[in-house]
């Protein structure tokens, strides 16, 4: 099999990773995140967001947005989120394990959320005081599980009326980066100025070999949810050890920029798998904004690739059934022209 | 206000269960089920379902839901449930607390599961393995919160279909009797004989002071759930010391028949009520088949009502706007009049 | 089997309280709480009390303890508890599953806990920041499960240095009447005075049917507390639906002073005994402060009690060996002098 | 500050580990454990342990150490473990997050458990059937925390009370190596043959970045904990994505046999300085068995190495105080011997 498009997770290690874990490779270091390195990550993230963030390294993208939501709620409340979102689809009950809280999901067709289909669903839900599940978290995912951007302002319009719902806004970026590389925008717009609480932010899918951080993002919410965050990370036994091996390739790719031209160069790969298969009579069933392309393959076309070897998910709804090729900051264009040329027949 | 129908569980204690209180007043008996009244509770419910059935009392509603479905689940499974039962609109987190589960909700208006629509639920839920949620326990509720009564036949085929697609079946019966009472059938055939794995068999709405029975049913599960829940119930704070108080009661209306006759008297209160609102050109949104009346309120009635101060409820979705009204055990059938000539005008 | 003394709770239902169910029988209440009955209970807590107290009656003592102390802490944090608490030895692991804390105890050998033993046992407990687990609320006993009843002096000084350690206090009073009774002091002495932050109030060993109130005091913590309880009380299933039937019984026999008048026969019945016991040369392993006696019970006068269909429980510890006794509101004299003559042979 | 000896999570990356990361860095590899890298560790294990074993990686100890406890346990148990193990000291609340079990602790001063320490603990255990927790897991740490290492005589021994007492066992093996490699035995006899059904096989202690191995032995329980675990470890946030990270180095110290070279190497350091601190006329406060030097050091010598800038630890309990030093695998003999140097004066 073929599984160079099948996901972003199946890609390997960026080169700037590799050097950065040979880089702390020997010498003595303070454990659990009192070393240089992690001192480093959380000056890389202030100069990212261009404002005091508080960083916590976790090796999961299921601890990362768990952990965060956990901050932010009590264990009597609600997440809400899209059907599709990867916290709503494979994180099995993680959600409930480590926030307590209840998962409810908007039918949104995994495309983005907005603020009528949050007012919509908030009224189909109960309010009766003690009896009903309270407010916690509006959880987003940018890009989105079928790889739509949203834009600052779409993200500010989502946070607004959460909050004016008595939510919390968290944002699953596990690929952040595709979001930021795509809008050419920064950081900042996306959260800080936009009202997000808390920002799952993924290395592990854009050249780490594991690491994602949860950033807590100035706020109102920001002072109770630091102080909460390092309990809750390690009383569910996600605080690392030898925490310079997930700092140091952290740093490294954010110090200089590369987690954008790794993300810019997969998106420009999905852009040029999308562009190739559309001019094949495929269409894509999403814009190809980030680093996935869904398409509504051509039925020759899906049979060609299958024949070649290719394997890719297939993603249905009963509004669409979708294939899924992801890109990766390692996919060569090579790659892209090879499994085009396999659907070419 | 006028609460006469505001709900069942504002109304009194029966007097069977007084009686029964009074009769366990003195002397001593042994703690936490080691009485005699805790033993005819379990022989009157083996007559009741004519079957080797495991009973536990509890006092709650919200307990007897989550205890029984969490001795059917491991943490990592899903419970379905329609999305205005009980269980998902008016029990907080309390299946997150106490089953470890996902809640996860079948958007059926209110009105009753079929095969189809639990078909449909699951085929729209992720299904890749470990990282999915696993299916656990179908709770249907026999009335639904509209007050429609599944048949013996209906429960079977939603179980046929819950267990077809890997899930145990819960049955939320805190008006269990309105129900059967409404059926004219047998117990079992609602529940053993149609593939039910646990029921909650309701005492409180019906004329007792509190206690909800979760009943293990005969099955492939009974055992093993029948281990569990004694340190279930207990784990959770819910094993009542003087154990007599609640038995005794519960005995006392199995034992003569008393919980069919008050819910039998209080469907047919309802019915009263329905047909002199029918009577008044209002329109029953759904049947009235057990003790609740649902109705689509001529707006000159409503305002009638609400000026003589009458409470009730009003329901909304997208599809209905209903207001309901509870009849009860002690409903008499001058109440039932006195509101419909406040009705009348 | 004469299990007279095996347990309080084996005791029947008080007059007061048989009479507040009869007299809340008919007619409609609000549900959950929102009834007569229960702002009479908070009225007559606040008169006992002589403050501000919160209230919020459950109908298990292990919901009491466990939801009140939940109230008070987060769940990464450590309850400090004797080693024979009813918490430590009686309540399964609710106090894990209702507040997520880590229960440790500390070994006194059921006596009095005192500031050194706090001290010693924190002391031998790590203190390594996020790995440990932090101080949360130190809970005792009073009476103590042998029956021990701290004055307020000694309350007061246990309290000042949890407090002083970092903790929070709860006081499980499942036996408060007994203890008050005892001490005859004002029960504000025992607790807001003493700096107690939360009481568990115990009825159903003082001749309710069930009925225990958790009861914040005023202090530091009682807003934060007061308004997790509900929230926490009903996602863990134990807010009562007919709440007049839990109130009503509550409130009588707050309101005219019954609580203390059962308590102090209570203790009485247990005085009765211990004195009679020691006549025939039975020495008190504690003293008989309240209504239990704990007995090194000579082995002659062990025998006939067997012999004559005696139950009592045998509580070992490696420093001694004792029989319990336990008497109770309902015991009357000649049911201790039953027991006399018969272990008089 | 000096921190070689302060603990060995603050040594680096061994070659084998960093040249393994450096071989998988390219190309794909399907995630989650469906990679070749994964594999190779299954097999390497069942190599080690000469037996069909389980095998589940995660990135850190607290999550081996109550994921493999949790897949052996029901939410109403016990674990049972030394009052200074890493579980009881280290983890903060992650054991009553994971397993839902209560933790106990058994005085042993960090020393070794033994049959009549555990029988003599269970004996002081209350056991009121469902009132009081279950047995659940008995843990102990081999090495202990002070460094001494359990003969595969005495696990055994241990283990066989254990189960007669309805404990399952688990070994937290973070430093398991230290272990096999002090005793020269082979692996499953420290495990397999000695009763014991769960493993905590560390690898970050010992070279690598991260990594711990959930190793479930075969025995009467590896069946149902295996079936349990990969949906405990997923609906707990710790499954990994890119799996061959992680798997990758495991496999390459354990193909080769580094993971024991590299633990007689530390034990080896170890053991240089004990001796040579004991030439100074420290006494060792444990015997020197694995790679931890733990040592009542003469005060002169205590002053002279903080002087020199030399950072340890200082456990101290009422019966000893001690200083600690953690020998790594990139302990150089060097290393020792300035320490000792600047200990001489």
Known sequence: MRIDFVSDNASGLCPE?????????????????????????????????????????????????????????????????EEFAHLATDESTAPERITGCRVTTIPAGGRKLTPAALEEREAGLSDRGVHSVAPGVVTLSNPTELGEVYTPAEVAA?????????????????????????????????????????????????????????????????????????????????????????????????????????????????????????????????????NGVFMELDPVVDARLRASGWAFHHLGHPAWELARFMASFDTAPADVDHLLADAAG
């Open 158 to 290: 989502v946070a607004e009326t959460a909050h004016r719902l008595g939510y919390r806004v968290h944002v699953d970026g596990a690929r952040f980066a595709n979001a930021v590389a795509a809008l050419g925008c920064a950081p900042r717009a996306l959260t800080v100025d936009a009202g997000v609480d808390a920002l799952s932010f993924g290395g592990t899918k854009n050249g780490l070999a594991l690491g994602e951080a949860v950033v807590l993002l100035p706020g109102p919410h920001q002072r109770e949810a630091a102080a909460a965050l390092p309990a809750l990370r390690k009383a569910h036994g996600h605080l690392l050890s030898k925490h310079r091996y997930v700092a140091a390739p952290f740093a490294a790719v954010l110090a200089d920029g590369a987690w954008l031209r790794h993300a810019a160069h997969a998106n420009a790969m999905a852009r040029r798998l999308s562009d190739g298969l559309a001019a094949l009579g495929c269409s894509p069933g999403v814009p190809t904004e980030a």
């Open 17 to 81: 990773a590799l050097d950065a874990v040979a880089g702390v490779r020997g010498g003595r270091a303070a454990p659990y995140g009192a070393d240089g390195a992690t001192a480093e990550v959380a000056a890389a993230f202030a100069d990212v967001f261009e404002d005091d963030v508080e960083v916590f390294l976790v090796a999961t993208g299921t601890a990362a947005n768990t952990l965060g939501i956990a901050s932010l709620t009590r264990p009597w409340q609600r997440i809400l989120s």
